[in-house]
T-cell receptor, first 114, second 112 residues
Framework: AQSVAQPEDQVNVAEGNPLTVKCTYS??????LFWYVQYPNRGLQFLLK????DNLVKGSYGFEAEFNKSQTSFHLKKPSALVSDSALYFC????????????WGAGTKLIIKP | ETGVTQSPTHLIKTRGQQVTLRCSSQ?????VSWYQQALGQGPQFIFQ???????GRGNFPPRFSGLQFPNYSSELNVNALELDDSALYLC???????????FGPGTRLTVT
């Protein structure tokens, strides 16, 4: 079965510092991976995806993610954090064996301190 | 381009009642998925509709049902509401030619 793990419930970063939010996955075939962000009382916003190609994927709001097949990871990164980046971040993998439904991680709360 | 919209924004129902939530998909999208998100948790897949047919379902009982209309808008119906059904219900649309889903703002359902 496909699965996604976000090992950190919360990540604290000082404004201006680089940030990393971790995600590992387990799939039987080629992974289709996604990052979404959720602000309080809001729906989820698509940040970026990896389907194939370059292992470094660039997305919205200056975020990027690095796909590492050997480590089965898809960590979200940003070179310089902003206070406005504080939100809940979800990693998801598309289940290619089950009508393409998205399997979600539990989420990581990112707190950027001024 | 109009994004995904959902109605109502908030809803309060009594245990045992029935509820219908509505979703309008983003222009050009023919696939709609519904998710339940409990407080502090990730979304849980309920089901997906593609061109008016259900083509995927998560681990939810039959009292959760849905429809997709010719204009690709969708409804989620929940019968015999239980207290545990209290959650944020998210609708997401996507194009069959792309892979990312775009989400509406959600409907907050409270069952008392």
């Amino acid at each position: 079965a496909q699965s996604v793990a976000q090992p950190e419930d919360q990540v604290n970063v000082a404004e201006g510092n680089p940030l990393t939010v971790k995600c590992t996955y387990s799939v039987s075939g080629n992974p289709y991976l996604f990052w979404y962000v959720q602000y309080p009382n809001r729906g989820l916003q698509f940040l970026l995806k990896y389907i194939t190609g370059d292992n470094l994927v660039k997305g919205s709001y200056g975020f990027e993610a690095e796909f590492n097949k050997s480590q089965t990871s898809f960590h979200l990164k940003k070179p310089s954090a902003l206070v406005s980046d504080s939100a809940l971040y979800f990693c998801a993998v598309r289940d290619m064996d089950s009508n393409y439904q998205l399997i979600w991680g539990a989420g990581t709360k990112l707190i950027i301190k001024p | 381009e109009t994004g995904v919209t959902q109605s109502p924004t908030h809803l309060i129902k009594t245990r045992g009642q029935q509820v219908t939530l509505r979703c309008s998909s983003q222009s050009g999208h023919n696939t709609v998925s519904w998710y339940q998100q409990a407080l502090g948790q990730g979304p849980q897949f309920i089901f997906q509709y593609y061109r008016e047919e259900e083509n995927g379902r998560g681990n939810f009982p039959p009292r959760f049902s849905g429809l997709q209309f010719p204009n690709y808008s969708s409804e989620l119906n929940v019968n015999a509401l239980e207290l545990d059904d209290s959650a944020l219900y998210l609708c997401a649309s996507s194009s069959s030619l792309a892979y990312e889903q775009y989400f509406g703002p959600g409907t907050r359902l409270t069952v008392t």
